[in-house]
């Protein structure tokens, strides 16, 4: 039974060696990749690139503070000059659009199927 239990202690030391050594190397691998994102970060802030601001996105001219967006799109950005849809080339269906509005806004009004009597 001694043995056993010194076979048995043994074995933990061991195991507990593996342990450690593989903490050392988890620990070795995060300074590494700590670093590297140091360094990255370095680079980064070094080269910062200047934002261009907003433009048209058809004349490419500065926006100023009023841009105008479209429902065609709403990421693209336009001028005064562009702001209408026959100006840029709108694929939004603004006739469709404004049907559908008036056929939700006014409902249609019918007489009472039942006449009154007096």
């Given at each position: 039974m001694i043995i056993i239990n010194m076979d048995f202690k043994i074995k933990n030391k061991?195991?507990?060696n593996e342990k450690e050594?593989?903490?050392e190397i988890q620990e070795k691998e995060t300074i590494k990749d700590n670093n590297i994102k140091r360094s990255?970060?370095?680079k980064k802030s070094k080269k910062k690139k200047k934002k261009k601001g907003d433009r048209c996105f058809i004349c490419?001219?500065?926006?100023g503070l009023v841009t105008f967006t479209c429902?065609?799109?709403s990421i693209n950005l336009y001028c005064s000059k562009h702001r209408m849809p026959e100006s840029h080339s709108c694929t939004y269906d603004w006739i469709?659009?404004?049907k559908v509005k008036l056929i939700k806004e006014n409902p249609i009004i019918e007489n009472s199927k039942l006449d009154i009597i007096k």
């Open positions: 061991k195991d507990n050594e593989l903490v990255e970060s370095r490419n001219k500065k926006v429902k065609c799109s469709k659009d404004a």
